[in-house]
C-alpha cells in the first residue's frame, strides 16, 4: 500500500508564499495521479490541484494564476507551490494519490494564512 507523508505547512502572511511536499512510498509503481485537497474548518474538503504521471495538470478556479503542482516521479513526490496567499487559504492541505483506482490520502499539513 501507498504511504504519503506531507510536509512545508506553517504560519504565513497574506500575499505570501509557502511550498508543500508530499513524499510517496511503499507500493509506489502504482501510482497514478498525485494532488492535493486542503479542507477549512466547517467547509467540506475540496480538490485543488492533480498532476498526472504524464504531467497532465488541473486547477480549481480559486488557486489558478497563484499555486502551481509539480511532480517528481523518480522521488514520488507532488509538489504545491503556493504564491499570494490570501486568508481564505487556511485550511489542512492533505495530500491524495491513486494507487492502481484507489485513493491513498495523507495526514494533512496545517497552513494558516494571518491577514
Known amino acids: 500500500q501507498v504511504r504519503l507523508v506531507e510536509s512545508g505547512g506553517g504560519l504565513v502572511q497574506a500575499g505570501g508564499s509557502l511550498r508543500l511536499s508530499c513524499i510517496g512510498s511503499?507500493?509506489?509503481?502504482?501510482?497514478?495521479?498525485m494532488g492535493w485537497y486542503r479542507q477549512a474548518p466547517g467547509k467540506e474538503r475540496e480538490r485543488i490541484a492533480t498532476i498526472s504521471t504524464g504531467g497532465t495538470i488541473d486547477y480549481v478556479d480559486s488557486v489558478k494564476g497563484r499555486f502551481t503542482v509539480t511532480r517528481d516521479n523518480a522521488k514520488n513526490t507532488v509538489y504545491l507551490q503556493m504564491n499570494s496567499l490570501e486568508t481564505e487559504d487556511t485550511a489542512v492541505y492533505v495530500c491524495c494519490a491513486e494507487e492502481g483506482s484507489l485513493p491513498r490520502w495523507g495526514q494533512g499539513t496545517q497552513v494558516t494564512v494571518s491577514s
Open positions: 511503499g507500493n509506489t509503481q502504482s501510482l497514478n495521479i
